[in-house]
């Protein structure tokens, strides 16, 4: 057990409350060649909904994962169904203007309807409840920007209000309040969409990793295993893009992790979602967990592979939890990753000029409960030639010079700096001096290598070099982790690929 100066205890392992909540049916893996009409590459919110509505529509569609569904950043999110995404709209505004601006709210709005009609529908039993969205400040600061964005709703005709006081137990100088957006439990939900796309015919297919696909109609898909899938349009639903041929993702786009406290309390929490609008993030929201009301904490957001002791940032919302609410126990905690694309927006449709049946959804910057539908909805829409006002406002291929050429160049000196930091990185501790459960960069043979010792006592010896572009990975202590700083890929301490962009795995290195 992880436990402070206060003797707050700590889960011993990161556990998501929504993966633990349900049972999860399992699937096979692919043993054989197949051929459909839809290849969806990710068992995530999107690829799931992605299934479920062209299969609704009659379509032959399979969907791969290199996991298990359900197990990435879907699993893992605080799962606020929201389009209040942050301080968001008055930046838009200045950015894109009032038509494009309107369009995403819209995306995201219809997205929430989505969620919210399928689960009156089929009586889904996910603890969907109706809530008041609220960005709120504590700091003079902000005051400012939050009444831009209270202007920026009355502009777009968004029903919200201005407050300067929110239901939360402490005093805030102003907020920002979107009505009537709601939150859920991810999983229980997205099992029934499963099961129908089973229903309807589909199939879904777990530790299957895809490696490539060709370009041209009919696709294939090749697989590590060696089989192949033939069908006419592919998503790809992977988090990071699976398929970089000539979009240059892992340029234009960049990974943060951020972190999740489900706790007990003394103090009621007041109803509502919350969501601080100065750093580092402060995220709220309640749920029930076996009938006793829970406040999930979420925030602390760094670009992965680039944070302090990572238990640091679980102890930072310990610490307001106990100030805010009173803290009674800690039930779960659990961290997420994410990818921000160049100019806030998600990178969803037709990912190459050249190559129409192929096709992307990716960089929600943490609000995937409605980005991801919002995908799922445009995607299926070109699929099945239908239009959709939101195809411009989303392509790929965009390239906005404000804000992006700005990005552009901040982002990718920042991996140019951490590539170079990481090859000259001195490394100080010795394998042998590792304790149990503590891992660390060493010394093997002359060379960085990475180190963990498990709690029965085991070493695990893996190279550091990213097998994506090769800068070195670092270790995050409190997921047990190996994350690259440059583009985001995470690896498990035997070497294995956690999160994209990497394919391959860590080498092995032999002990001296």
């Not at 999110?77 to 601006?101: C, M, N, P, R, V």
């Not at 879904?204 to 895809?210: A, N």
């Not at 990005?407 to 490394?427: D, M």
């Not at 093997?444 to 180190?451: D, H, I, L, P, W």
């Amino acid at each position: 057990m992880k436990q402070d100066e206060n003797h707050v205890t700590f889960p011993q392992f990161p556990e998501s409350y929504w993966l633990a909540s349900t049972d999860i049916p399992s699937f096979p893996k692919l043993s054989e060649d197949i051929q459909v009409d839809v290849a969806i590459v990710g068992a995530g919110i999107t690829g799931i909904t992605t299934a479920y509505l062209l299969s609704k529509k009659g379509l032959n569609v399979a969907v791969v994962d290199a996991g298990r569904i359900l197990h990435g950043t879907t699993g893992h999110t605080t799962a606020k169904i929201t389009a209040q995404h942050d301080l968001i709209y008055s930046e838009f505004l200045s950015h894109f203007g009032k038509e494009k601006t309107r369009l995403y709210y819209e995306a995201n709005r219809d997205a929430l309807q989505f969620i919210r009609e399928t689960v009156d529908e089929y009586h889904i039993d996910c603890q969907f409840t109706e809530e008041d969205a609220y960005v709120y400040t504590c700091a003079d600061t902000y005051v400012e920007k939050v009444a831009d964005e209270y202007k920026a709703y009355k502009e777009l005709g968004i029903p919200g209000r201005y407050v300067e006081q929110t239901p939360l137990p402490f005093s805030t100088k102003a907020a920002v309040m979107m009505e009537n957006q709601a939150q859920f439990n991810p999983i229980p939900f997205l099992r029934y969409l499963a099961n129908q796309v089973i229903r309807q015919g589909g199939k879904i297919y777990e530790q299957t990793t895809v490696v490539g696909v060709g370009q041209g109609t009919p696709s294939i898909i090749n697989t590590s295993d060696g089989y192949k899938i033939t069908c006419s349009h592919v998503v790809s639903c992977s988090h990071f893009p699976f398929n970089d041929p000539n979009s240059l993702y892992f340029a234009r786009l960049h990974a943060e992790r951020s972190y999740v406290l489900a706790v007990k309390t003394d103090k009621a929490y007041p109803g509502g979602m919350y969501l601080s609008a100065e750093n580092p993030k402060r995220s709220l929201r309640s749920v029930r967990i076996n009938g006793e009301p829970i406040v999930i904490i979420g925030g602390e957001g760094h670009k992965t592979g680039q944070g302090i002791c990572t238990f640091q940032y679980y102890e930072a919302l310990e610490k307001f939890a106990e100030q805010t609410f009173g803290l009674k126990e800690i039930t779960y905690r659990w961290s997420a990753q994410d990818l921000y694309s160049l100019d806030k927006l998600p990178y969803i449709g037709q990912e190459l000029s050249d190559a129409p049946n192929i096709l992307v959804a990716t960089g929600y910057r943490k609000w995937g409960m409605t980005t991801s539908v919002a995908a799922a909805l445009l995607n299926t829409n070109l699929i099945t030639k239908k239009e959709s006002p939101y195809q411009e406002l989303f392509s790929p291929s965009r390239f906005h010079a404000d804000p992006d050429i700005k990005t552009f160049v901040t982002q990718n000196a920042n991996v140019a700096k951490h590539l170079i930091a990481g090859k000259l990185e001195i490394s100080y501790k010795k394998a042998e001096e590792l304790q149990q459960d503590e891992g660390a960069v060493v010394r093997v043979n002359g060379k960085r290598a990475g180190a963990y010792r498990d709690s029965q006592g085991t070493l695990h010896l893996v190279d550091t070099t990213c097998t994506h572009l090769g800068c070195e990975v670092d270790w995050n202590e409190a997921e047990r982790t190996w994350d690259c700083p440059c583009h985001g890929s995470r690896f498990s301490y035997h070497g294995e690929v956690i999160e994209g962009p990497a394919k391959k795995s860590l080498g092995k290195v032999e002990a001296e």
